[in-house]
């Protein structure tokens, strides 16, 4: 046949040679895609232009071009050979010819700009050389089988030369160009420069797999975070869209930024999710086509090996589309919780001192992130499992008449239905994520403020409050998985009762293919709307998630009401000073006033002032005191002199821009971390500086007494040192700033005598540390002994000051500083108090130079050479079902194995009623199978329920309040030296984290578990019957398996907790920054404290994201192995001519079966990974001891003591 067989039609295919058309192949396999190519190539090269250059290899770069230029001259030599008419062409392909040497020229312009700009092989240009050259392929086969003359042999030769051309250009332009890459290697990602077939099959993960299976991963093992989703850049961007001005009014004004932010990751997996929607509508026009096939005596050779291919083909495209969408479809969801932790804790920064939201943005950061990542998970399917739903309906409509609107209207109920109750999940999750929050929140407070909790007795009636929330939240809980549980009831009540309503309702005449292929086509119908009615609660949810955040980034942030004089300082950067404090500029001639306060009026509430009428300056390089009684305004004075005050009236103008003021808190804030860190917060260190702040603050006493000195650690909110301890390393941490003003409140509680007079003289006194650097200071203290040394002093009372001047001008007033009885001692050497004892004690140990930074907060110890950390502890499992009893486990077991039943013997029931249909008389009535039929379905539903009630409302109840219980009295009764050794956020994630994994991930990971391994043993056992020969194949898919998930869960179980683990840091981190908010902006510390909360947040993600795209790469090889089943399950039905029935009950079930399998190891990894909450909590009950030893457990009557003393006799005590 000559090239010019468009005679016989465009779609004509020829089926004798078991070919295309030649015509259809240059249209659809040449034209088409190097039309988009040439589009596509265009944009890229513009792009890439701008982007600097991260390769040199110019050896290669020509070795590869000279490759393409090659090929380039076999496109010319194909069209000159067209043009001399030599043989008949016609226009498409005379375009065909065209348009490659087209395409050709840009795969140059395409390979050059790729080759510098990208340190990845061009994505584009491989897709399209990968493409092209499997058209090509076939485009040649059908050249020289259409060949007739010397002319169209010597083209068609031409034409495989440069297809084996191509094949060398996809191989140089794949290769890696790792070892060329200009930056350092050691800091990115391999992911970033891998090809699209390394990213398609998940390759560029095998040394961390390696890895994982051979030792026990820490986290410096971790692939680097992928630039693309460090936290810093994608934070801009989505402040680039921001406007929290139009955010109120809108419910879902977070949601439209955040879509807006990430459109285009957003919108990349739609083309890969599109392929694989059509990739699984293959799957019933296979079955049918073979099915047909089968029911012929014969089957062609060519034929069957189409056959064979067209399932390699089929499921090999599911497996690769699938893993490329959710790749980038967990990119994503990373993206997402980095852009919304980011912003919560910048909006943390922000927030005014005394609002009562820091415990909910906690929560927010952790359960809330949690609920929004898993909604998004399933996000795609929804919309692709609508065209899926409306595309299988056509095909049943084609195949059975009206009656496909059975199945339809199953779904438009259950739709409705699905819309009333999704009417009551938002107020059913936010009253859980209340509860939730209000358990946290007052754990949180619960373990930071242990140490007075049992000095006060207190402990045991807070005990019993925080587990009467519990139960209160388990009851929340319950009310919204009821509403899960009616989802899931209503998500597979059309997938079970379409089929037997359909084919009770159809008129059609049914025969195997027909029974088979509908079947097949109402799985694709009832699937997907089955995952979207249970995927529709948790995406309601978490968009209600989302809409909690926006509520907290809607309250009212601290506004700076204080005035800067604008003509001092003018060498500091105006736009950081306006981010640290916010203060606005005023023009005014200086003076010698560094703050000036007129007709204040300052207070906590709207309308309610703690101070009112306040008139007062405060001299610059002065010392002025601020005293007066126990609640008449200090600390309220003190914050307004910081701007912190939310309610505020009159004017308080500061003399220039003081962008970093020494500032100490009346309770003294402490990082989690060493003693030095907290002193140097931010600030590089400087020996001599420093070294005369721990002189000065008598720390260097204290350093001799510590074995670390002050590498000694703090603990959470400093609990292993004394309150006046605290206090002086808060005050070393103002001196060592070097700050231009100092306000400090009451930084003298907790010292005793001899040590205040120290400090107050080598700081305050006349040659101290601040007189020398002639710094401005504001002290508030009880302490007036000290009043003669002050240049100024302001007495409060009654809301207002009472009076103010010098000491001595006070003295001599009837008032309040008079009524202290003080004399004017200023005159005197007041040092001569300080102990000669003490002073030659002091001493500093030789320190490093390095820059402090609090990033050092220590957690648990977590111990890496634990062998269960890769193979796990099976003793959870028990610990857990005796958590909820052995009785409701049993349950679970049992009410699986009917649902795996009740699931598949319906498919087996369906092969003899399409047996007893092709006989030549009829053994039961129509009604008889569809009868049975329906009551296997309805039975299968009926199992589903009770097994969701038992697991999700039972279990969840009696084993979350049990754990709850039983870790709460552990850490109530645990010592004090393990808080001082434990950090908090480690200990809050076991209540936060933990105890929301074993409410929510935990319970669906069994549950699921369940679902998969009895629906796959009933699968397994259903497939053999259309060949024996295939039980064969069983032992080596059970050790296939066994080995697959034994490689991949030593792996993912230590991905799931390091996930967990480098989530505590950055809690811990947030903790500690909400407590001391009002420091960290005085210091201005704020931007620091930003950038570290970035750092953790990319670290915690290091983790997180790997284990999602290793749970991807596990889907794509147990996808692989079911196209290996079905290539051999469809190799032995055309073979050995296998009975129809059977053979398309065993396909119809291969449909499901990869989900089984994917189902079981990934249900199972999750199960696994979810039980590391049981785990640790176990962990946790077992191995701290409580303080309460034998015979120290004594509980006293209620009369005790009438009489008694307490003697100590050379007691020696600490914490370790």
Not at 737 to 744: A, H, K, Q, R
Not at 786 to 802: Q, R, Y
Not at 928 to 939: K, T
Not at 1148 to 1166: A, K, N
Request: with cysteine; glycine share 6%.
């Amino acid at each position: 046949m000559p090239f010019h067989d468009s005679e016989f039609g465009l779609l004509y295919m020829n089926r004798d040679r078991f070919d295309f058309n030649l015509h259809f192949e240059q249209l659809f396999f040449s034209i088409l895609p190097c039309t988009l190519f040439i589009v596509c190539s265009l944009w890229r090269a513009i792009t890439q232009s701008r982007k600097p250059s991260v390769v040199y290899a110019p050896i290669f770069q020509l070795t590869k071009l000279g490759a393409i230029i090659t090929y380039v001259g076999l496109q010319i030599a194909l069209l000159i050979q067209v043009g001399m008419g030599s043989f008949h062409v016609t226009r498409i392909f005379i375009a065909s010819s065209v348009v490659n040497l087209v395409a050709a020229l840009a795969m140059v312009m395409i390979s050059y700009t790729d080759h510098n700009r990208s340190p990845r092989p061009s994505i584009l240009l491989n897709t399209y050389l990968f493409l092209t050259l499997l058209f090509d392929i076939a485009q040649s086969r059908t050249l020289f089988l259409l060949s007739e003359s010397t002319p169209e042999i010597t083209y068609s030769a031409v034409f495989t030369t440069s297809l084996a051309v191509k094949i060398v250009i996809l191989f140089l332009e794949t290769k890696s160009k790792n070892k060329w890459i200009t930056w350092d290697r050691d800091e990115h990602s391999p992911e970033e420069t891998s090809s699209i077939f390394s990213l398609g099959v998940l390759s560029w993960l095998n040394s961390i797999f390696l890895q994982g299976y051979r030792s026990t991963l820490s986290m410096d093992d971790l692939y680097p975070l992928d630039v693309a989703l460090h936290s810093k850049q994608l934070h801009d961007r989505f402040l680039a869209n921001m406007d929290y001005s139009k955010l109120k009014g809108d419910s879902y004004g977070l949601v439209k930024v955040l879509v807006k932010t990430l459109l285009v990751p957003l919108l990349l997996p739609i083309p890969l999710r599109l392929a694989l929607l059509g990739f699984t509508f293959c799957q019933p026009f296979f079955i049918e086509k073979l099915l047909d096939h089968l029911s012929r005596p014969e089957i062609e050779a060519n034929v069957g090996y189409g056959f064979i291919g067209a399932a390699i083909l089929i499921y090999l495209g599911m497996a690769v589309s699938a893993a490329l969408c959710w790749y980038l479809h967990h990119r994503m969801r990373a993206m997402t919780r980095s852009i919304l932790v980011t912003e919560i804790f910048s909006r943390a920064t922000q927030a005014r001192i005394g609002a009562d939201d820091h415990n909910a943005a906690l929560t927010l950061m952790s359960t809330d992130i949690e609920r929004i990542r898993l909604g998004l998970r399933m996000l795609h399917n929804v919309w692709a499992g609508v065209i899926q739903a409306a595309l299988a309906a056509w095909m049943l409509y084609i195949r059975l008449g009206l009656v496909f609107l059975v199945p339809i209207g199953v779904v438009v109920v259950c739709f409705t239905l699905l819309g009333v109750l999704v009417n009551f999940t938002g107020d059913s999750q936010r009253a859980w994520m209340t509860g939730v929050q209000k358990r946290v929140g007052l754990t949180a407070t619960v373990i930071a403020g242990m140490k007075n909790l049992k000095l006060s007795g207190l402990a045991s009636t807070v005990s019993s409050f925080v587990q009467k929330l519990r139960v209160e939240e388990l009851a929340a809980g319950a009310r919204f998985r009821k509403i899960f549980i009616l989802a899931a009831m209503l998500g597979f009540t059309p997938m079970l009762i379409s089929p037997p309503l359909t084919l009770a309702f159809t008129r059609a005449s049914l025969d195997t293919s027909k029974v088979f292929t509908s079947l097949a086509f109402l799985m694709l119908l009832t699937n997907p709307l089955s995952q979207i009615f249970t995927s529709i609660p948790e995406l309601v949810s978490g968009i209600a998630c989302i809409g909690r955040i926006q509520a907290f980034l809607e309250c009212e942030t601290r506004h700076d009401f204080r005035q800067v004089l604008s003509n001092r300082k003018k060498n500091l950067n105006f736009t950081e000073i306006e981010a640290d404090t916010g203060s606005s500029e005023i023009e005014t001639a200086p003076d010698s006033t560094m703050i000036s306060i007129k007709n204040g009026n300052f207070g906590w509430k709207e309308n309610v002032f703690v101070l009112q009428d306040i008139n007062a300056n405060i001299e610059k390089s002065s010392f002025t005191m601020v005293v007066g009684p126990v609640g008449s305004g200090k600390s309220t004075f003190c914050k307004t002199l910081l701007g912190e005050i939310p309610m505020s009236r009159g004017s308080v103008v500061l003399s220039m821009r003081c962008p970093r003021i020494g500032f100490c808190d009346q309770t003294a804030f402490m990082w989690n971390g060493t003693i030095r860190d907290n002193i140097l917060g931010f600030s590089i260190y400087d020996e001599k500086r420093y070294n005369s702040v721990i002189q000065a603050t008598a720390l260097s006493v204290d350093f001799a007494k510590l074995t670390q000195g002050d590498q000694t650690n703090v603990g959470s909110d400093g609990i292993t040192l004394s309150g006046g301890q605290k206090q002086r390393v808060s005050l070393a941490r103002a001196l060592y700033l070097e700050s231009d003003l100092v306000i400090l409140d009451d930084v003298f509680s907790g010292l005793d005598a001899d040590t205040e007079l120290h400090v107050f003289q080598r700081v305050f006194g006349p040659g101290g540390l601040l007189q020398q650097r002639r710094t401005t200071v504001v002290l508030c203290t009880h302490s007036v002994r000290f009043l003669p040394f002050s240049d100024h002093v302001i007495a409060l009372g009654d809301n207002t000051i009472k009076e103010q001047g010098s000491f001595k001008e006070l003295a001599e007033q009837e008032g309040y500083v008079q009524s202290l009885g003080i004399r004017d001692s200023a005159g005197g050497d007041g040092s001569e108090a300080v102990s000669e004892t003490a002073a030659s004690k002091e001493r500093t140990e030789a320190q490093k130079d390095a820059q402090g930074s609090p990033d050092g907060s220590p957690g648990a110890e977590v111990n890496l050479d634990d062998p269960n950390r890769a193979t796990g502890d099976k003793a959870v499992y028990k610990y857990y079902f005796l958590s909820m009893g052995l009785l409701v486990a049993f349950c679970c077991f049992f009410l699986a194995a009917l649902w795996g039943f009740f699931t598949n013997f319906p498919t087996i029931w369906l092969k003899f009623w399409t047996d007893d249909i092709s006989s030549e008389t009829r053994s039961h009535s129509h009604a008889y199978y569809v009868g049975i039929y329906a009551l296997l379905q309805v039975s299968a539903l009926i199992s589903l329920l009770l097994l969701g009630i038992t697991l999700f409302i039972v279990s969840i109840k009696r084993a979350g309040a049990n754990l709850h219980h039983d870790t709460l009295t552990t850490l109530i009764q645990a010592p004090l030296s393990f808080f001082t050794h434990t950090d908090t956020g480690v200990i809050t994630n076991l209540f936060s984290q933990d105890l929301n994994l074993i409410d929510t991930e935990l319970p669906d990971a069994l549950l699921n578990t369940l679902f998969c391994v009895f629906q796959a043993l009933g699968q397994a056992a259903v497939m053999p019957t259309s060949s024996a020969y295939l039980a064969i194949s069983y032992p080596f898919l059970a050790v296939l398996l066994y080995s697959v998930q034994r490689f991949y869960l030593r792996t993912s179980r230590q991905l799931r907790l390091l996930d967990l683990e480098a989530k505590s840091p950055l809690y811990t981190h947030f903790m500690d920054t909400v407590r001391g908010i009002t420091t960290l902006r005085a210091f201005g510390y704020i931007s620091d404290e930003v950038s570290k909360n970035a750092r953790l947040l990319n670290r915690s993600q290091q983790p997180a994201y790997l284990l999602a795209m290793v749970q991807e790469w596990l889907n794509l090889v147990l996808d692989m192995i079911v196209m290996i089943l079905a290539a051999v399950l469809t190799a032995l039905a055309v073979r050995l001519h296998s009975n129809s029935g059977f053979t398309g009950a065993s396909l119809v079930t291969l449909m499901s079966f990869g989900e089984s399998l994917s189902g079981i190891v990934i249900y199972y990894t999750r199960l696994e990974t979810s039980i590391g909450a049981i785990s640790r909590l176990k962990t946790f009950n077992a191995t701290v001891k409580p303080e309460g030893k034998e015979g120290e457990d004594m509980v006293p009557p209620g009369n005790w003591p009438q009489h008694g003393s307490v003697e100590l006799n050379n007691v020696s005590a600490s914490y370790q």
